[in-house]
């Protein structure tokens, strides 16, 4: 099964930038899509981003400019960069994975990490 790990969460000040990681530790082939899916409180889960084993990207339409989702050459570890956070960004980070299908963050996700928390200040 392995694991995803996340870390880099943390409070900002609206406008400012955060580097999510996530520690990579899955089985992966060919179809392995993986991202990155929020939660604020209250809310239901979004997704953000995703990328999948050839390097292409998807990003949800409302954060589409403000984030970059990437993974290392080793693809040991999977990132996102956030920039002119908003508070409304605020919420638990998650990394997940899945295996087969179309790799877009909207897509249902199978293996999930703990979470990191993003808190934006105004």
């Known amino acids: 099964q392995g694991q995803l790990v996340e870390s880099g969460g943390g409070s900002v000040q609206a406008g400012g930038s955060l580097r999510l990681s996530c520690a990579v530790s899955i089985d992966r082939d060919w179809s392995t899509c993986l991202a990155w899916i929020r939660q604020a409180p209250g809310k239901a889960r979004e997704g953000v981003a995703a990328?999948?084993?050839?390097?292409?990207?998807s990003y949800a339409n409302r954060l589409k400019g403000r984030t970059i989702i990437s993974q290392d050459s080793g693809r040991n570890a999977l990132y996102l960069e956030m920039n002119s956070l908003k508070t409304e960004d605020t919420a638990m980070y998650y990394c997940?994975?899945?295996?087969?299908?179309?790799?877009?963050?909207?897509?249902?996700?199978?293996?999930w990490g703990q979470g990191t928390q993003v808190t934006v200040s105004p």
């Open positions: 997940a994975a899945k295996h087969g299908g179309y790799c877009d963050p909207t897509r249902t996700f199978t293996q």
């Open positions: 990328i999948d084993s050839d390097g292409r990207t």
